[in-house]
């Protein structure tokens, strides 16, 4: 199950951030010992992949963290972090690594499978992401978009390297995401009754 949990990791990376995991694999398998890349993903470690990835990113990371651009961002990687998060899930999952050195043939024997179930976990956690922002931004006046795009991008990246690293770990990273999830729902609820009160009261008035 290692395997399977450094592919939710490295997808679940992706829906905070479409890049981070796909360098993350690449600039690994390229310069290091840590991840072997399976012969179909090979191309993630090609020099000019990578350059484009980072440039990517940079890109990315600036858009991410203006406010309105934010939102506006967002839309447009509804379809690219899904697509990552599949890319990513089956690189992760079929790779040896220095805790996988004998991939299962689960998702190996159906080579959709590995896409479909990343695309799934990427979006999800896109989706989680894309509802938290306008919250955040409505709350503290724009204010808080630089910082809480700062935490996702650091998020996306511990989250990478331990799914590679220590995919164990990435349980306890799901269950957080879990959570807030958790609070995000009763925060959008909270604030829904408010203006319900508020629209009431001036009906009164």
Not at 9 to 19: H, M
Not at 79 to 102: C, H, K, M, N, Q
Not at 147 to 174: G, K, N, Q, R, Y
Request: glycine share 10%; hydrophobic share 55%.
């Amino acid at each position: 199950m290692l395997e399977v949990l450094t592919g939710a990791g490295l997808a679940a990376s992706a829906g905070l951030n479409a890049y981070i995991p796909l360098l993350a694999l690449g600039l690994l398998a390229r310069y290091t010992d840590l991840i072997n890349l399976p012969a179909g993903s090979q191309w993630l470690a090609n020099g000019w992949v990578i350059a484009i990835l980072a440039v990517l990113l940079a890109v990315e990371v600036v858009a991410d963290k203006v406010p309105v651009v934010d939102h506006v961002n967002d839309m447009l990687q509804t379809v690219v972090r899904p697509t990552a998060g599949g890319l990513a899930f089956g690189a992760g999952s079929a790779a040896e690594t220095v805790t996988v050195t004998d991939p299962g043939q689960f998702f190996s024997s159906h080579q959709w499978v590995p896409i479909a179930v990343g695309m799934a976990v990427a979006f999800g956690v896109h989706g989680l992401k894309a509802a938290a922002r306008p919250v955040i931004n409505a709350t503290t006046g724009g204010v808080g978009a630089p910082v809480a795009s700062t935490a996702e991008d650091a998020t996306s990246v511990v989250m990478s390297l331990v799914a590679i690293v220590l995919p164990v770990l990435v349980l306890a990273f799901l269950l957080a995401l879990l959570g807030f999830a958790g609070w995000l729902l009763r925060r959008r609820r909270s604030r829904r009754r408010e203006r319900q009160a508020a629209r009431a009261a001036g009906f009164r008035v």
